[in-house]
């Protein structure tokens, strides 16, 4: 049965968050706040979003965490082979990801750990999410919906910035 929460907007114009797709093997990294920076090849939104919630895909599949947004800027191979430490790639994996275009670049706060993750079936069951490998855009309510759900006395920090 689904809740009465949208987990996204009805315009992309009013999104506040975002969840991210990562592989399983990002995942210590991603808790130990190593990655700061994030590339992809398309942005979500144009607008700068509070948060990225990060989504373990397959086996895991689960939210593991979210970080605070700083910027998403669109940059060029140089500047990407400098942000390589913040990264998590080594530079060759960065020149051929990003090649002759420019990608976006998502900078990340400090990770923050979900103190229980939210698995993919929960998602499902209650908000019809299906996870893609896309960025999926969060409401207001959604991204309040994540921070507090099943979490009873330890929450994610609910500030938006």
């Known amino acids: 049965m689904f809740h009465a929460c949208k987990l996204s907007p009805e315009r992309k114009s009013d999104a506040v968050g975002l969840i991210l797709s ?3 093997e990002w995942e210590q990294k991603l808790l130990d706040s190593e990655i700061r920076v994030v590339f992809r090849k398309s942005v979500a939104i144009i607008n700068t979003p509070a948060v ?24 060029k191979l140089e500047d990407c082979l400098a942000m390589s430490k913040k990264s998590g790639y080594d530079v ?9 275009r ?8 400090r990770f923050q750990r979900a103190p229980k993750p939210v698995a993919v079936n929960e998602l ?11 960025a ?16 009873k006395s330890t929450r994610l920090n609910s500030s938006h910035a």
């Open 52 to 75: 990225l919630y990060a989504y373990l895909n397959r086996p895991v599949q689960k939210i593991i965490g979210r970080a605070p947004l700083e910027t998403i800027a669109r940059h």
């Open 92 to 100: 060759e994996d960065i020149r051929d990801y990003v090649g002759t």
């Open 136 to 151: 999926i855009l969060l409401s207001n309510d959604g991204l309040a919906e994540l921070d507090t759900r099943d979490r």
């Open 22 to 24: 990562f592989w399983p």
């Open 124 to 134: 499902r069951t209650s908000y019809g999410f299906v996870p893609t490998p896309q």
């Open 102 to 109: 420019s990608i976006i670049v998502y900078s990340l706060g």
